[in-house]
């Protein structure tokens, strides 16, 4: 502690002692003095809440809850959201609480509401069992179709803390690993040979299908994964953002959300491409791939484009990839005999 030079300090810091000791002691009902739990951001109730966990198990939150007063220091959308929806948005950031009440999150993760978090136009979403209805029944479109539910939101964002910032750790189900470094090893919880999750198998694949090769694609052969590319090669060239040697985000490619294209590829650079500077990623450029809008199947150029840009042009190099944009090579072919996930003889992807 400081040492005190003089009386008048001493009277000035013994003033302000009895006024902090008066604050704590008329301040100790107001909670908003104290931590919660969920003013952390560790928003799902668990055994303890209430008095010595008496609310535990309970779904009426209205018992005790009142709208008005709660979310004082919540941000101005999250008050304005929860009180328009009600109490029966309260379980889906403050999970079930014990009890049978569903987690909705569409109610306020649509279009209308919050239509940028996550963008969601394009009828391909991930679905964890697309393989298996496909059995089942020949309409893979209609199958494709179905809109996300609920229920899928949680598999992948099981405790969000919905501050208006992504933390991989903190927005991102935990499978099997205490915490992340990138996105990739959270992909690769469920995709991959060795180690699927019991709820989500991925079953009856080719040893080669990125679906469960993936884990050891990307730390061996892709490009885009552990392996280090370099500024060497023929076509080398990347936008601003992006460099050699990096790891990419799946997605950075691949939208979970929503997109018109197969294989879950963005459709539109705001969708992925995360490290391109705003004035290029939220243009937002078109993105069609494999077949789609007159493309030739197989034909990745339109997302390759986003980030490589050749420094030194040829076989092509110069030509619009189709989205106004230019700097790869063989545009408007297939490019899958030479890039694909785990591609061993050629160059990979
Ligand atoms: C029987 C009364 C009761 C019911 C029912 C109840 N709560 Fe609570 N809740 C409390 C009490 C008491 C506290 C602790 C005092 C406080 O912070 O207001 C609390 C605290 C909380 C907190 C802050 C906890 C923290 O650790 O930060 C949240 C969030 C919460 N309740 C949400 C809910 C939700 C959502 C429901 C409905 C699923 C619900 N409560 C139902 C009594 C209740
Ligand atoms: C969009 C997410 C969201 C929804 C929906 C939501 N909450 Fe909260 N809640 C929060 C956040 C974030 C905090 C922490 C605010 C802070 O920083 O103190 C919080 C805090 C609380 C607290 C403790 C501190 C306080 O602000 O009073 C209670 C009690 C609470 N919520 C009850 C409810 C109830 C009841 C409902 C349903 C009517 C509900 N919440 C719906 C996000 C939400
Ligand atoms: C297969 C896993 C998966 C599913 C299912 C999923 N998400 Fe996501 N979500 C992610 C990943 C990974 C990110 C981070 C990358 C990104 O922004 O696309 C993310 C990001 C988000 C974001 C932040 C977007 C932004 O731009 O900041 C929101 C909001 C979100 N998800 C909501 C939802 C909702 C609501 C659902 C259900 C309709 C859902 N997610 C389903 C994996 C998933
Ligand atoms: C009452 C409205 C409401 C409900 C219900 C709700 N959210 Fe959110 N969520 C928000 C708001 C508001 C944000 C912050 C958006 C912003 O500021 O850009 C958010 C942000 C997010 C994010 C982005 C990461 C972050 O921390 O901001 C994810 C992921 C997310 N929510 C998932 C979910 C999931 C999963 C559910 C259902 C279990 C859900 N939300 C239910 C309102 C809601
Ligand atoms: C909880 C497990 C789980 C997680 C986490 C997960 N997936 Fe999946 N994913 C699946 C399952 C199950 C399927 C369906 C496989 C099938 O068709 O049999 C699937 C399918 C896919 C498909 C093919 C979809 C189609 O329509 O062709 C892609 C691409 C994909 N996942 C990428 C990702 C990416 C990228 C991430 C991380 C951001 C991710 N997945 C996270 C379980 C998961
Ligand atoms: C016949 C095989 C073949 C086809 C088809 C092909 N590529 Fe390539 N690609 C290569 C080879 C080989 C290299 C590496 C050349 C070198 O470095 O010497 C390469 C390099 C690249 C690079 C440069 C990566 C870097 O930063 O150095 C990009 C980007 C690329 N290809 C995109 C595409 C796109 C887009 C298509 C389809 C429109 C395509 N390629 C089709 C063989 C092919
Ligand atoms: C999100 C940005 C991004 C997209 C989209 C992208 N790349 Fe890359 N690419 C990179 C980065 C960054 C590297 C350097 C990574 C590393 O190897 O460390 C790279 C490296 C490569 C390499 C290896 C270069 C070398 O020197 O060995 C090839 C080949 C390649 N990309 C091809 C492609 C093809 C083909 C596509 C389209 C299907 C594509 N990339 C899409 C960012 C991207
Ligand atoms: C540079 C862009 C890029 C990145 C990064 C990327 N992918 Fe892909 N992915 C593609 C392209 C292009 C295809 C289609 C061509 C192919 O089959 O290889 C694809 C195909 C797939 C497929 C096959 C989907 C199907 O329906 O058959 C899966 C699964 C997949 N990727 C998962 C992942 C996962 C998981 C990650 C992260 C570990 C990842 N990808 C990272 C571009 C990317």
Request: aromatic letters at 6%.
């Amino acid at each position: 502690m400081k040492i005190l030079k003089n009386s008048k300090q001493m009277i000035v810091l013994t003033v302000s002692l009895v006024i902090a000791v008066l604050l704590t002691a008329c301040g100790s009902g107001n909670n908003s003095q104290i931590p919660t739990q969920a003013s952390q951001g560790k928003l799902l109730l668990d055994k303890a809440h209430g008095d010595h966990g008496s609310a535990w198990g309970k779904a009426e939150c209205d018992n005790c809850h009142a709208i008005k007063v709660i979310h004082k220091n919540a941000s101005k959308i999250i008050q304005q959201l929860s009180s328009d929806k009600g109490y029966t948005a309260c379980a889906g950031c403050h999970g079930n609480n014990g009890s049978e009440a569903k987690r909705h999150c569409i109610t306020c993760h649509n279009p209308k509401d919050l239509p940028t978090a996550p963008l969601s136009n394009g009828s391909r979403v991930h679905h964890f069992g697309a393989n298996k209805l496909r059995q089942k029944t020949l309409a893979v479109e209609a199958i494709t179709d179905k809109a996300l539910t609920d229920k899928e939101c949680i598999i992948c964002h099981v405790s969000s803390d919905m501050n208006g910032k992504f933390e991989l750790n903190a927005d991102l189900t935990h499978f099997d690993r205490q915490s992340y470094e990138n996105e990739a090893q959270f992909c690769q919880s469920c995709h991959n040979r060795i180690h699927q999750q019991l709820d989500f198998p991925i079953t009856d694949k080719a040893f080669d299908d990125p679906l469960i090769a993936i884990e050891d694609d990307y730390q061996y052969f892709d490009y885009h994964g552990f392996r280090n590319g370099s500024d060497q090669g023929t076509y080398h060239g990347l936008r601003e953002g992006y460099n050699y040697p990096q790891l990419l985000d799946c997605s950075d490619c691949h939208a979970m959300h929503g997109t018109q294209n197969k294989q879950l590829i963005i459709d539109r650079s705001d969708k992925g491409v995360k490290k391109l500077p705003k004035t290029i990623r939220q243009k937002p450029y078109a993105i069609y791939t494999d077949g789609s809008n007159g493309t030739v199947a197989g034909d990745y150029g339109q997302l390759c484009v986003m980030c490589h840009q050749m420094q030194v042009l040829n076989d092509k190099g110069g030509q619009n990839a189709g989205n106004g944009l230019k700097g790869v090579h063989e545009v408007n072919s297939d490019c899958r005999d030479c890039h694909t996930h785990g591609e061993a003889t050629q160059i990979g992807l």
